[in-house]
């Protein structure tokens, strides 16, 4: 009988996913509790992180009302979102926390509190959004597969402004919150946060009495950045992904393999695989032959075998699904018997083809497959490719038949009446057609063939002369015997066989193996005339996600750049203030050689992601400067009090977006691939650039705006800083 088994069960490595993802958000999620609740005490950090449940839940309604699901995708979102939601309302309560404590009213408090960080903390979520909108445009499956996370921070971030800006004044007036006799822990936290800004702001003094030594320094450490990009030292790998546990082994029997060698062959591998499989790896093995799943297509044909296999989900000890392939490789591609063996491994997310995967085009078959060849030699010479093969299908045997002009002439005849003769032995002519209950029939005349199996055997058929007599048609034609293609593809008009190939990529990354296929084709273009290449597979991913975030990237610029010179009502003070991108992928660089993690499209993701957070800091450190330039300060003073008054909330903020990504980045709560680059970016090009920010844009600020004949020695030797404020 037909018995049903449960091959393989994806619903436990998305679930597997999904508490990864859950992990990292609650872990997220208290840390950036617990951020709040050590500079700003327990019941202003609670009233903060009512915001977060606040935000969530009207992410998550809007979500379920557009018709989405939870998922892995809008989980990142979250946990993205998370640190940033509180940003706003750590810089409102902030305010109105610093008013109270001296001596303000609650109601005055919150008013003059907004009206002071109302447009600073506005353009700053308009920049955020303005840098992730952009990324809801990106083409292309990776675009398909990303599209939901910026729409989900920047849902999130709207939803949040609504907490700040309204509910969160009024819980903080209603609850009249008393301060008059403080605890010792908020005596220790008042202290502790009065020091760190007298602390920085002598710090920030000392660096801009040697401005030029420590722009050389921030400059130093961008070029040390960009060079270590350049010469390799930070290892580019576009698509870092987590591969499914299963994987298939191929097998390529020769044309006109019967389907029964094929089997045999395939059985013979699949006791190989086993034997190399420790106890408790594999879930399931089967065997098949007459079929073949590619990475595209199924194939179908006698020559074509393929053994799956389903892996238990990964525990610590347990091989990855790479380490295990690698060790089985050589065992089993020495299976003794015809046909050639390779595997395919699938990946958890896009790209969906092969790293390497070349086109070769033509119009001659017998050319094209030549080019084919020697595409697979220079490709198979590539450092780290494996599992290199071509999807030309091996077709079956087949008699071609040319005339013999001078025997067909001395026969009597001519090339169509023998023509004729042969489709009437082969295939028949359709001499009638009738109708059967409306449907067509044809009525076909053809010869009656003897019971043999040998297609051969038709040149010994008797054929009928004009002029009496007889022949065989044999004697008319030259046969010859030749195994035909299987399946003739075309791509752009023209018939094209590909060339695939997956790559050890701590070898040779995606980009640089093409580059290789490149240059040597070059070498032996002459050879094959007519025969022209097309580069696709992931390089057509990489090329065409790369000249989209080019693109976008700029398209966030831009907006940043328009809200800021609305804001600023100034051309070079957005500029000022974008100095921070720079900064921040300064950050970035360094994080990668420190974590020796490769860049990959989703960490450029994260970078321009990173955009609309980096330049949160400045802003609201620029605009507390621009106001006390209004009050009457002086250019220096201005710089160095709205350093010191902003360094607070800018720490807060930084320090809770860096939290609630820290354990996603660093895989605390469960390491993933796909997922962990975008959070890692954003971790160490925020931490960065916060750091460079409170110091380099006072230092700029008071270089551009400070009037040119004043006298910066004694400006800052009349500074001093005491317990006041």
């Known amino acids: 009988g037909v018995s049903a088994m449960l091959m393989d069960d994806q619903t436990v490595v998305t679930r597997e996913a999904i508490r990864v993802m859950e992990s990292n958000a609650l872990q997220g999620l208290l840390v950036v509790l617990a951020i709040c609740w050590l500079f700003l005490g327990t019941r202003i950090a609670l009233l903060v992180g009512l915001g977060i449940p606040f935000a969530l839940a009207g992410t998550f309604g809007v979500l379920h009302a557009l018709g989405y699901t939870l998922n892995i995708s809008v989980l990142l979102g979250v946990v993205i979102a998370l640190g940033m939601l509180v940003d706003d309302a750590v810089v409102v309560v902030e305010a109105i926390y610093y008013r109270i404590q001296r001596g303000q009213d609650y109601f005055s408090a919150a008013v003059d509190a907004l009206r002071e960080v109302i447009a600073p903390v506005t353009s700053s979520v308009a920049t955020t959004v303005s840098a992730f909108l952009p990324l809801m445009l990106l083409p292309g499956i990776v675009g398909k597969f990303m599209f939901i996370i910026p729409f989900v921070v920047t849902l999130a971030l709207a939803i949040s402004l609504i907490e700040a800006y309204w509910m969160l004044p009024a819980h903080v007036t209603v609850l009249r919150l008393n301060f008059d006799n403080p605890s010792r822990m908020q005596r220790w936290r008042t202290n502790f946060l009065h020091s760190l800004r007298v602390k920085y702001a002598r710090l920030l003094i000392r660096v801009m009495r040697r401005p030029k030594l420590w722009l050389v320094v921030a400059g130093g450490m961008l070029l040390l950045a960009a060079a270590a990009l350049a010469t390799g030292v930070i290892r580019v790998q576009f698509f870092a992904l987590d591969p499914l546990r299963i994987f298939y082994v191929n097998v390529d029997m020769p044309a006109g393999a019967p389907v029964d060698a094929t089997l045999a062959k395939v059985q013979a591998v699949e006791a190989r695989v086993r034997s190399q499989l420790k106890a408790g790896e594999a879930r399931e093995l089967a065997s098949i032959a007459g079929l073949k799943f590619t990475d595209t297509e199924p194939l179908y044909g006698d020559a074509y075998g393929q053994v799956f296999v389903s892996l238990n989900p990964h525990t610590g000890d347990a091989r990855s699904v790479p380490q295990l392939i690698e060790a089985m490789r050589a065992e089993v591609e020495a299976t003794p018997g015809p046909g050639k063996v390779t595997f395919t491994l699938l990946s958890g997310g896009p790209p969906l083809s092969k790293a390497v995967r070349v086109r070769a085009r033509g119009d001659d078959q017998n050319a094209l497959r030549a080019a084919a060849d020697a595409l697979l030699a220079i ?347």
């Open 379 to 725: 490709v198979r010479a590539i450092p780290g490719a494996q599992d290199v093969a071509d999807d030309e299908v091996p077709g079956r045997p087949e008699m071609v038949l040319a005339l013999d002009r001078e025997a067909v002439r001395n026969a009597g005849l001519n090339p169509a009446q023998v023509a004729r003769i042969v489709r009437l032995h082969v295939d028949g002519e359709i001499v009638a057609l009738a109708r059967d209950k409306g449907e067509k029939i044809e009525v076909r005349v053809r010869a009656k063939r003897e019971g043999t199996a040998d297609i051969a055997s038709i040149l010994s058929d008797p054929v009928a002369l004009p002029g009496g007599g007889s022949t065989t048609l044999g004697a008319l034609v030259r046969e010859e015997t030749r195994s035909g293609p299987g399946i003739v593809k075309h791509y752009n008009l023209k018939r094209a066989i590909t060339v695939e190939a997956d790559l050890d990529k701590k070898q040779t990354d995606t980009v640089e193996a093409n580059r290789i296929v490149a240059g040597e084709w070059k070498k032996v273009q002459a050879n094959h005339p007519g025969v022209s290449l097309d580069f696709s597979g992931e390089l057509d991913d990489i090329q065409e996600s790369l000249d989209a975030m080019a693109v976008l990237f700029l398209v966030g610029l831009g907006l940043i750049y328009m809200i800021l010179a609305a804001q600023f009502r100034s051309y070079w003070q957005p500029l000022l203030i974008l100095v921070t991108v720079p900064l921040a992928f300064t950050g970035v660089a360094l994080g990668l050689i420190i974590s020796r993690d490769p860049l990959s499209l989703y960490t450029m993701y994260g970078v321009i992601a990173l955009t609309g957070i980096a330049v949160n800091s400045a802003i609201v450190l620029i605009d507390a400067a621009n106001d006390r330039l209004q009050s009457g300060m002086g250019v220096l003073h201005a710089a160095v009090y709205a350093a010191r008054r902003r360094v607070v909330p800018i720490i807060i903020t930084s320090v809770t977006t860096v939290g609630g990504l820290f354990s996603l980045a660093f895989g605390l709560g469960g390491k993933s691939m796909l997922w962990g680059p975008v959070a890692s970016a954003i971790v160490w090009g925020l931490g960065f650039a916060t750091v460079l920010t409170l110091f380099v844009i006072p230092l700029l600020y008071w270089l551009f705006m400070r009037p040119r004949t004043a006298s910066r020695r004694g400006l800052l030797q009349r500074f001093s800083f005491g317990r006041s404020s």
